[in-house]
């Protein structure tokens, strides 16, 4: 498995690194938020979620603690980095409930819906 997706951009122009493979993130399970050429794959923000994001996730109608095997998935607690999909993204950015993001592994196709100057406010690894 390789750390990173090669063929990909991250948002500060450079190769997309791996945000997690622990849990195992990504759409495609592959511990990056790359789409792997395919259209709407929008699992593109690395983030690092605390109690507070999974609580309004989970108010929002989007559980992520609660384990579900048959997707290889094992539950999310505050600390774990995970690729986190534009939607629930721009909604916890517009809330001011956003989690600190991971910009070297953050997908450059964010870039569609989120300025870059959004994301550093948030950015983990400028801090």
């Known amino acids: 498995m390789s750390d990173d997706a090669p063929s990909e951009t991250n948002v500060l122009g450079g190769r997309l690194l791996a945000c997690s493979y622990a849990p195992l993130t990504g759409y495609f399970r592959d511990g990056c938020c790359a789409t792997h ?15 507070e994001f999974l609580q309004f996730s989970l108010a929002r109608g989007n559980d992520l603690t609660t384990p579900r095997p048959e997707l290889r998935f094992r539950g999310l607690k505050p600390g774990d980095r995970w690729c986190l999909h534009v939607v ?16 070297a592994s953050t997908h450059a196709d964010i870039l569609k819906f989120v300025p870059l100057e959004a994301l550093k406010r948030c950015a983990l690894d400028l801090h």
């Open 37 to 51: 050429g395919q259209a709407g794959v929008a699992h593109l923000v690395c983030v690092k979620v605390t109690a």
């Open 88 to 103: 629930r993204f721009v909604e916890a950015l517009e809330a001011d409930m956003a989690p600190q993001v991971v910009l």
